[in-house]
């Protein structure tokens, strides 16, 4: 198995709709950014499959290693190998690809945010960084793109937030933030037990309408000049759109004892048709 066979696996077995996006991409970007994907798998998964918070933290300090090896053309892990032709291809800043790991790290030091200021910089960390790496493989002529590109990494990360309640109080994990409990008269003991009510589903249509106008300000944001360019991001923004759409459609106070997700099909009929005929948002 080759390198970029091996991030070809990971990023299939995601089932993610990044993924699905991926194939309207020509070769190079389209093998870029499976590769960026597959890392930030990687890294994911050892806050989310790693039990052990020292084996977690240590496996994280192997993965800045492997990042520093990286820049300095002696990167050892296949994902990194696979990364190593992209990274001076499209300019990608290694203090972009540290966050990422520094915001799977405060998984491990972060148990709540107390302010969805608090939230947002997480949210930079996993996503944000990773819309704006994107931006810099599908390419830009202007750099207000790197805003918008930013800006909807921050509502992708918001909809998974919505969507992964359940999940995440699973695995002893909230991501809501403290005042917003507060303010719905949410105890957060009773998402951690899983117990659906309607403050907690007036709470999560709240957390709805936010990342819509995430999406919203990430649209006005990007430059007409580079729309085209950044088609693959608003293939994204349609398909994370349309499950924020069905989450409120169904009950978003189900998130706590179901995870919604889009079939497929739909996935890529969505990505077709914003792809062949653009993005409203």
Known sequence: MTPQQYCEDKAAK???SFYASFRYLPPAQ?????????????????????HDDNVARTTLAWWRSELAALYHGTPSHPVMLALKPHVARF???????????????????VPRYNRFADL????????????????????????ATLKYAHELGLAFQLTNIIRDVGEDARRGRLYLPVEDLQRFGVPA????????????????????ERAHQHYRKA???????DRKAQRIGLVMAAIYRATLDEIALDGPGKVL???????PGRKLWLAWKTWTFGYKP
């Open 189 to 208: 003991s009773e998402v951690l037990a899983y117990r659906e009510s309607p403050q907690f589903e007036a709470l999560m249509r709240f957390q709805i």
């Open 120 to 143: 947002q910089l997480y949210c930079h960390r996993v996503a944000g960084v990773v819309g704006q790496l994107s931006a810099q493989i599908f390419g830009y002529t202007d750099r």
């Open 219 to 225: 649209w006005d944001l990007l430059p007409a000049a």
């Open 91 to 109: 300019e990608l800043p290694q203090a972009w690809l540290a966050e990422i790991i520094d915001g799977m790290q405060m998984d491990l030091d």
């Open 257 to 263: 004892n179901q995870r919604l997700s889009l079939s």
């Open 30 to 50: 389209r093998d870029a950014m499976v590769a960026l994907y597959a890392f930030c798998r990687e890294v994911d998964d050892v806050v989310d499959e790693i």
């Open 14 to 16: 995601s089932g993610s």
